[in-house]
Every structure is written in C-alpha cells, then in structure tokens.
C-alpha cells in the first residue's frame, strides 16, 4: 500500500512537471515577434566646380545614371552638386560630364581649367548609416587657345560609386559605366 501510494504520488509530480514543459513551450502570443523587414537606401552626392575659363571654352554637358536605372542629360552652366537616392540595392550611381569646346575661341588666349570633383556614397540599413565611402580630385591646367579643341577631345570626367547586395560601398569602373551614351535611355 505504501508503494501505491509512493507510487502515485511520483506519477502525479510527473504529470506536473510535463504539463509545464507543455505549457511553456507553447509561449506567450502576446510576446512581440521581430518580423520587421530590413529596408536598405542609398545615397551619392556628386559636385563639380569648374572655373570659369571652363564655360569660356566648351560647352558642359552632364549625364546622370540614377540609383534606379534611369538616364539623363542636363547641360551645365556653373558649378553644381546632385544628390541622388536609391531604395534598394545592389544600386550604382554616378555622373560624367563632356565637353565640347566652342567655336572661335581665341587662338592666343590662355586658358586656366581648374576642375575640382568630389562622389559621396552611403547606405542606409533601417535608416541607420551602414556603409560611407568619399573621393575627390583636384585638377588645373592652363591651355593655350589654338590647344582647347584638342584638350578637351575624349577628356571626360566621370565620378561613380555602387552598393553592392551586401549594403558595402564599392567603387565602379567609369570606362564601363553605362552613362545612356550607349543607346536610348529609359
């Protein structure tokens, strides 16, 4: 009869104990989930300041390769900075300025180019700075009038950056950016 007892009372601990591993690991529904989706952006801020012999001299034309694909072309007349945004990524940006030089441009006059360029690049995870990167070149020279033509002939000027799937900043090869010079543009 003791070992009845012994015995039931050990079996009724054990229906206990079970029956509160059953019920925590059933949780709480009323605890919180961490379901927020991560959401990434980016961010270029490009800028040229060009001197004033350089409008003297050609005519500037900017074409802009957005985050999002598209393409554009904007002539310059002064110094300008763009800021341009993505919202996913992979995503690359960047812009490369031309230049065609005017006509009846004094042949002994001389010319000071100074071309001074800066890319900022970011990526944003939920809204917090993931990933910077920063570069600048600094450029002068002087050219004489009868030289402008051929200075400025294939001397673009392009600046890029790119976000790889990772979020990381990376830098992107300009000679084989698509600026929309390589067929219409979206």
């Given at each position: 009869m003791i070992e009845k007892k012994l015995f039931s009372?050990?079996?009724?601990?054990?229906?206990?104990?079970?029956?509160?591993?059953?019920?925590?690991?059933?949780?709480n529904n009323d605890e919180p989930h961490d379901s927020t989706e991560t959401k990434w952006s980016t961010y270029y801020e490009v800028s040229f300041d060009?001197?004033?012999d350089v409008f003297k001299a050609a005519e500037v034309?900017?074409?802009?390769?957005?985050?999002?694909?598209?393409?554009?072309?904007?002539?310059?007349?002064?110094?300008k900075t763009?800021?341009?945004k993505g919202y996913e990524?992979?995503?690359?940006?960047?812009?490369l300025l031309t230049f065609v030089p005017k006509k009846n441009i004094p042949e002994?006059?001389?010319?000071?180019?100074?071309?001074n360029s800066?890319?900022?690049a970011a990526s944003y995870k939920n809204n917090e700075l993931f990933d910077f990167k920063y570069y600048s070149i600094e450029s002068e020279i002087s050219v004489k009038g009868d030289k402008v033509t051929q200075y400025f002939t294939d001397n673009d000027i392009a600046l890029a950056y790119g976000v790889n799937?990772?979020?990381?900043?990376?830098?992107?090869d300009t000679d084989h950016f698509d600026f929309g010079l390589n067929g219409p543009q979206k």
């Open positions: 009372k050990l079996i009724s601990a054990m229906l206990i104990a079970i029956s509160g591993i059953v019920f925590n690991a059933c949780g060009l001197s004033d034309t900017a074409h802009i390769a957005d985050p999002e694909g598209t393409m554009r072309a904007e002539k310059v007349s002064a110094s763009w800021t341009l990524i992979p995503d690359k940006a960047g812009i002994t006059e001389i010319y000071t180019f100074k071309i800066t890319i900022k799937a990772n979020g990381t900043v990376i830098s992107v």
